[in-house]
């Protein structure tokens, strides 16, 4: 109980680790100390993919201790490349190219091709304007892609890829076409 009569409850937990060897816990506000934090570990593209759940512990100085949880989704990163948007020479037809790229989940390489996967072709007539979904395309064997669209060769043009439960979704940055 605090000195007004109201019970004093702990700090909202800020999630820190404190490594091996690097001394005495964390300090936190009102006498609360990090006192574990579990996973101990930096996640990598060796953990598997799925939710997993932080665990922190508390202890305050009278050794009363809180528990705190909190569940994310770890999946492998994804990174949309060399996007580019382009208009046929003499025509209404804008082309959009370039190529999907995964963490490698085997860690021979960074990242590597991720093939056949579903891509959403999307526009907006303007910086205030809302993006619209306007097609699909798929990437190839090698994670490249190629898309046409007819009828719209102004605006802005972003390809995104939506995700799945093990891969992270990706957005390139909007493209214009310059005349």
């Given amino acids: 109980m605090a000195e007004d009569g109201l019970e004093e409850s702990p700090p909202q937990l800020t999630w820190r680790t404190t490594g091996p060897g690097s001394g005495p816990p964390a300090r936190m506000a009102n006498g609360w100390e990090t006192w574990r934090f579990l996973p101990d570990k930096q996640l990598n593209r060796y953990y598997p993919t799925g939710t997993w759940t932080i665990a922190a512990t508390a202890r305050g100085a009278g050794g009363t201790t809180v528990t705190e949880y909190a569940s994310f989704q770890f999946r492998r990163d994804t990174k949309l490349s060399s996007v580019r ?16 790229r995964r963490v490698d989940p085997r860690g ?27 097609g699909q395309t ?13 009828g719209r060769s102004g605006g802005l043009w972003r390809v995104r890829y939506p995700g799945t439960g093990h891969y992270a979704p990706d957005a390139s940055k909007p493209r214009q076409i310059t005349q």
């Fill in 85 to 100: 948007a382009d208009k046929l020479e003499g025509s209404d037809l804008v082309r959009l190219r370039g190529s999907l």
């Fill in 108 to 134: 021979y390489t960074d990242y590597g091709p991720f093939a056949r996967q579903r891509l959403e072709i999307l526009w907006r007539g303007d910086e205030s304007a809302t993006w619209e979904r306007i």
């Fill in 138 to 150: 798929m990437t190839d064997a090698s994670g490249t892609f190629e898309a046409t669209v007819t």
